[in-house]
Nanobody
Framework: EVQLVEAGGGMVQPGGSLRLSCVASGFRFYEDFMSWVRQASDKEPEWVATIPPPGTTTYYSDSVKGRFTISRDDPKAMLYLQMNNLKPEDTARYYC??????????????WGRGTQVTVSS
């Protein structure tokens, strides 16, 4: 029932930008915290950002603060992640997730299928 479909990943050079999107369905999107989680190959998941409804407050991990911006469009049930000044260490699969930081890190079933971001020269 619940579906989260990410898009916008790809390969980019260091210092470049990407904008990820996520379309949500099957639940009351406007009522829920939404987050982004990333996972590099053979690494543990890392929380990236969270945005509660209605989208006026945001939270970021220290590693992305000042470079990434999370936003949401409740009428469209869409979640976004604008990523600027990308670094090689940002390389990971990025997942749209339903819930707060602690909820999404402990519950992979809240994630979408993900979209790959590769930062390399």
């Amino acid at each position: 029932e619940v579906q989260l479909v990410e898009a916008g990943g790809g390969m980019v050079q260091p210092g470049g930008s990407l904008r990820l999107s996520c379309v949500a369905s099957g639940f009351r999107f406007y009522e829920d915290f939404m987050s982004w989680v990333r996972q590099a190959s053979d690494k543990e998941p890392e929380w990236v950002a969270t945005i509660p409804p209605p989208g006026t407050t945001t939270y970021y991990s220290d590693s992305v603060k000042g470079r990434f911006t999370i936003s949401r469009d409740d009428p469209k049930a869409m979640l976004y992640l604008q990523m600027n000044n990308l670094k090689p260490e940002d390389t990971a699969r990025y997942y749209c997730a339903r819930g707060s930081r602690t909820q999404v890190l402990t519950t992979p079933s809240t994630w979408g299928r993900g979209t790959q971001v590769t930062v390399s020269s």
